[in-house]
């Protein structure tokens, strides 16, 4: 006879709007929170700390990746790697920010894509090796993107903060 966590998850792959309810239950925010944390920490420790088995903690991680809820990388400091120069870039669009905004987003240097309110209809974070490959990424790839009407760039000086923890509020 199946346990109630089990008749859950039969749930969640059968009812799409109670699947994205069941997917944030509150073990499963515990489960974000813990990998915002440290997303190398072990299932059985995230297991022990949530009041779950270690295979249930394996399983919820597993459906939180491929519902596209959370997904697990290394966060690097692009300065150590060799990347000099980062900025925001503020574009100002004609037409539909949509199409500017999937072009940008395919664009190897562009890092985060947001269309917004406000002054500029987009803001994207561009992480370069140096000046010249900024000037070249600006002038030669953005700035050439059909509805592209205008841009301003913020060069990063110092980067203050930068936080992958503000867990599941």
Known sequence: MPDAEESAE?????????ATGALLDAPNRAIIE?????????????AEAVGLSEAAVRRRVQRLRE??????VAVTDPLQLGFT???????SVEGDAREV?????????VDYVVMCAGSFDILAEIVCEDDERLLHV?????????GVRATE?????????????WGTR
């Open 10 to 18: 039969a749930g969640l792959r059968s009812d799409p709007v109670q």
């Open 138 to 146: 600006l002038n030669d790839s953005v700035r050439s993107i059909p």
């Open 34 to 46: 813990a990998l915002q944390r440290d997303g190398r920490q072990p299932y059985g420790a995230i």
């Open 101 to 109: 905004a999937e072009k940008l987003s395919g664009m190897q240097e």
């Open 85 to 91: 120069r980062q900025a925001m870039i503020g574009i």
């Open 153 to 165: 760039t913020f060069l990063y000086l110092k980067l203050a903060k930068q936080t992958y923890t």
């Open 67 to 72: 519902s596209g809820i959370m997904q697990i």
